[in-house]
T-cell receptor
Framework: GAVVSQHPSRVICKSGTSVKIECRSLDFQATTMFWYRQFPKKSLMLMATSNEGSKATYEQGVEKDKFLINHASLTLSTLTVTSAHPEDSSFYIC?????????????FGNGTRLTVT | AQTVTQSQPEMSVQEAETVTLSCTYDTSESDYYLFWYKQPPSRQMILVIRQEAYKQQNATENRFSVNFQKAAKSFSLKISDSQLGDAAMYFCAYRSGRRNAGGTSYGKLTFGQGTILTVHP
């Protein structure tokens, strides 16, 4: 089956530093990748949609300068949390849509737990 | 904009019994997909079942089945013969079937609030 690798699975950083999260589609090309944020026992909230070779589309209320998204290839999208603060601590999940199987369900990464101290 | 509502924050069931999780949604579209995802403590998102809106027949996957009522915009999940491994948070999700210009956001999922399912031995 299609596999999405998300790295790192856990990261602890100090306030004011930046953290990069990678989302890779291992055995398929992902035209579109979605980045979600999830607080404990809460739903997944879409942050942004990234498309290969173009600028990401951010959801209302999401700071694009805070959460930088790059989708440089058909297999890799990155989310960089810049100047992280404790309120950015959360669980971040990426998902990818297959270029080959347009209507197939999204494939999810295993998520990244970010803790900002 | 589409919305998905799960009105049961928590549910519990005895092992081997049946439980139904509720989900309603709001949309003006006629072409869409509905999903149920399971998120165990590992927080991995696992697809449980999928329903295409144009299909009248309810989807089934082994012990999991849905009751899709398109007119009522209801999409409940029934878990039969519940097992301890079914304990997780369950999310109902909506996806538009309409590709927007360039298809840039096609595939975007809108999730409900989630239902925490506890299975008692």
């Amino acid at each position: 089956g299609a596999v999405v690798s998300q790295h790192p699975s856990r990261v602890i950083c100090k306030s004011g530093t930046s953290v990069k999260i990678e989302c890779r589609s291992l055995d398929f090309q992902a035209t579109t990748m979605f980045w979600y944020r999830q607080f404990p026992k809460k739903s997944l909230m879409l942050m942004a949609t990234s498309n290969e070779g173009s600028k990401a589309t951010y959801e209302q209320g999401v700071e694009k300068d805070k959460f930088l998204i790059n989708h440089a290839s058909l297999t890799l999208s990155t989310l960089t949390v810049t100047s992280a603060h404790p309120e950015d601590s959360s669980f971040y999940i990426c998902s990818a849509r297959s270029r080959q199987n347009y209507n197939s369900p999204l494939h999810f990464g295993n998520g990244t737990r970010l803790t900002v101290t | 904009a589409q919305t998905v509502t799960q009105s049961q924050p928590e549910m519990s069931v005895q092992e081997a019994e049946t439980v139904t999780l509720s989900c309603t949604y709001d949309t003006s579209e006629s072409d869409y997909y509905l999903f149920w995802y399971k998120q165990p403590p590992s927080r991995q998102m696992i697809l449980v079942i999928r329903q295409e809106a144009y299909k009248q027949q309810n989807a089934t996957e082994n012990r999991f089945s849905v009751n899709f009522q398109k007119a009522a915009k209801s999409f409940s999940l029934k878990i039969s013969d519940s097992q301890l491994g079914d304990a997780a948070m369950y999310f109902c999700a909506y996806r538009s079937g309409r590709r927007n210009a360039g298809g840039t956001s096609y595939g975007k999922l809108t999730f409900g609030q989630g239902t925490i399912l506890t299975v008692h031995p």
